[in-house]
């Protein structure tokens, strides 16, 4: 079994992403930790807890702490237009979900569990790298402690989907990004790279939903406004960028990787663009040396990640 600790920011393809990670036989979700990004963190908390509530996960759910990792970084505005005003595809979530939150902040929640778990904790990050940072600031020594870190985040050989240069998760909180690509851990970076190619269609989900009854309906009812809005890119489909992380942890061989030292860029133009120093390649001495190296994503496939995905959403409950 897989331990994970799953940092989120619901947002609908998290909440895809969280239903697949509750639903797979050979993971046990052990946490669920919130950040900002697709809503502010009281949003995203809430849409943890309701999500929780609906389709009966055990797991913990502990609040991050709304800021990022350099204070010095301006807010940024909600996508409402990608996961509406609810942060849930506008479906009227309840104000308020009548469910403990863990009394810790999520940073805290990441050191004691990875602590209790030493050498099993899987972190599966889709949000804002945010908490992760915070866990390696106030404990340094947890990053050896960590089985493995899977990322949805950066975007290598192809252009981000906020700027030309940047993806949203990392432009969000580069400063943060930055400190868990270069930390003495293993990382893989799950970027728009592969997942721009994982196109959930509408058919294929409302199969899930007749195989899968009320879970796979709510889920389906959350990701209606997603798929409107990704309309004009992909057709009739939602890009499932969140889940490709997840399945990256029971299939890697579904996906070609490139090890290399990974930097994020921040301020300037580039503000959070993801570079890395692929290894083998010569270079002058520079920023990318003595740095461990990190897996990027850059091969799907992406027919193979939709059918596993689609098994594991139509589980029955
Ligand atoms: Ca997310």
């Known amino acids: 079994m897989h331990k994970v600790i799953f940092d989120t920011d619901p947002g609908i393809d998290d909440a895809m992403a969280l239903l697949f990670l509750h639903q797979h036989p050979e993971i046990d979700l052990i946490g669920i930790t919130t950040v900002f990004g697709n809503a502010s963190v009281e949003t995203t908390t809430r849409n943890a807890l309701f999500l929780k509530r ?3 996960i055990t797991a913990p759910v502990a609040r991050g702490d709304g800021k990022a990792f350099d204070p010095m ?6 996508p409402v237009m990608i996961h509406g005003h609810d942060g849930l595809g506008n479906i009227d979530v309840p104000q308020t979900i009548d469910l ?3 009394p810790r902040p999520a940073h805290r929640f990441i050191i004691d569990t990875v602590r209790e778990n030493p050498g099993e904790v899987t972190l599966i990050a889709v949000g804002r790298m945010s908490n992760l940072a915070f866990a390696l600031k106030e404990d340094p020594q947890i990053a050896a402690l960590v089985k493995q870190v899977i990322i949805m985040g950066g975007a290598f050989d192809v252009p981000g989907n906020i700027t030309p240069a940047a993806e949203a998760n990392i432009h969000g909180d580069p400063e943060a990004a930055d400190v868990v690509m270069t930390a003495p851990w293993n ?8 997942t721009m190619k994982t196109v959930m269609t509408r058919t294929l989900l409302d199969e ?3 195989k899968g009854g009320a879970r796979a309906k709510l ?13 004009r890119h992909v057709k009739d489909g939602m890009v499932v960028h969140d889940s490709c992380a997840c399945i990256y942890l029971v299939a890697p061989e579904l996906f070609t990787t490139r090890s ?9 133009i580039a503000d959070g663009q993801t570079i890395q120093k692929p290894d083998g390649r010569a270079f002058p001495p520079g920023n990318w040396d003595e740095l461990p190296s990190q897996h990027a994503c850059i091969g799907i496939d992406a027919d193979a990640v939709l059918a596993l995905l689609a098994e594991t959403l139509a589980r029955p409950a």
């Open 54 to 56: 609906e389709w009966n």
């Open 73 to 78: 970084r301006n807010p940024v505005d909600w």
């Open 100 to 102: 403990p939150v863990d």
């Open 187 to 194: 990382v893989t970076v799950v970027g728009l790279d592969v």
């Open 208 to 210: 899930i939903v007749r």
């Open 219 to 231: 889920l389906s009812d959350i990701s209606q406004l997603y798929i409107d809005f990704y309309g």
């Open 260 to 268: 290399g030292a990974i930097r994020v860029v921040a301020g300037g």
